[in-house]
């Protein structure tokens, strides 16, 4: 029924002139500004996603702390949680000042597609800017560009820490953690975000399976080869399993890190000022859970077959690896297809975890299985359902990205453990690294040796 029967003929007839003149003034403030509004509003939730999107990776470096806190040895713990707060400290400073304008040269390179030419710290925008003065009013504030893309530098650092837990000296990590933030990630970044020459070549990789996962991966592999396994890791051809201190912990940080992938995945949309944009983020929100979920049932029901019972680290690990597996592509999937590529990765992970220990590779919560080894498959995984990619230019990504980082971190790692040594004493390694490096325990009361 339309409003108008509902109104007295006469009250109708008093309220036209008023109707009349309001349809004026709107016509009137359309003719002046009718495109500021709009913009204005994309230029507002466009920053408002991802300041939304880096305070929840952000949460993602308490998860890295708790899964690593919880899958090391008690005598060990403080120290995990010292390097986790402490290489984001420097992944915060050090991507200020050298890594940001690296990996977004914005159309400025030295050499062209592979180095930027933009060199120093990155700037923001001014107090109070107005529409007519920032740096892109269509897209997004410069802070919001900036506090999103640090919070994936950080999480690539946390990657490598875990891996050599146990037994490394501190400040030789924290070096390479610098470097590791400023140059190596930034520089293979720029060669896909920054329109470098992945980009230019097709390659494709939607929130960080290679740029981010991937270079964790790596560079966390050349650590442990130059580091070597702990102490009793693998002795008389056998494998010692050394449990973690708490598994409650793990648990806790891996629900922490899928709660975080949302921010991961969801604001590299890069966009939300459309109804599309704000379909297309829903819809990768979605893909994200539905691959974490494939990849812990997977591990679940893999590792039940395969050792007779549950095994939970594998069970977290495999919800991981379906968060890693689904990011070089959470959009363009079903959500059908993407449980699948998540389960794909959970069950990499049950064989890929054993297969290490086979090559005396010591990763003591199996970073290199979640992150490399399923930030491969992920890449790779974008061209069942994306018709932009081709299997040529994902394979070329993959390799460019992982011999320049693999040989850039074994070179790094390898002028530490020369220079200052990399690896605790063997007495220290026994008494563990809390006691050891930093003369405190995590659970001094608890402790039992």
Known sequence: MKLTKLIPATALAAAMPLMAFAQDAAEVVEEVV?????????FI?????????????????????????????????????????ALFGLASIFYYLIGYNLMYPLGTWSVDGILSGVFGPGVL??????ADAVDDYSYASTASDFFFQLMFCGATASIVSGTLAERIKLWPFLIFTVILTSLIYPISASWKWGGGFLDEAGFLDFAGSTVVHSVGGWAALAGALILGPR?????????????????????????????????FNGASQL???????????????????TAAAGGAI???????????????TMVLNGALAGLVSITAEPLTPTLGVATLIGMVGGVLVVFAVPFLDKLKIDDVVGAIPVHLICGIWGT??????????????QLYGIVVVGVFTFVVSAIVWFILKMVMGIRVSEEEEIMGLDKAELGMEAYPEFYKG
């Open 125 to 130: 925008e001014a107090v109070g800017v107005t």
């Open 45 to 85: 939730l466009n920053t408002l996603l991802f300041l939304i999107g880096g305070f929840l990776v952000f949460f993602m470096a308490a998860g890295f702390a708790m899964l690593e806190a919880g899958l090391v040895r008690s005598k060990n713990v403080a120290m995990q949680l010292t390097k986790n707060v």
């Open 380 to 393: 790779i995984a974008v061209v069942f359902t994306n018709s932009d990619a081709t299997i040529g230019s």
């Open 34 to 42: 009718p495109a500021a509004v709009p913009t204005d509003t994309v």
């Open 231 to 263: 102490i009793g890791k693998y002795k008389d051809g056998k494998v010692t399993a050394f449990p973690g201190s708490n598994l409650t912990l793990a648990t806790l940080g891996t629900f922490i890190l899928w709660l975080g992938w949302f921010g």
């Open 298 to 312: 997977a591990a679940l029901i893999v590792t039940q077959l395969v050792y007779g019972k549950v095994d939970l």
């Open 271 to 289: 966009a939300m000022g459309s109804v599309g944009d704000v379909a297309d983020v829903s819809r990768i929100f979605a893909n994200t859970n």
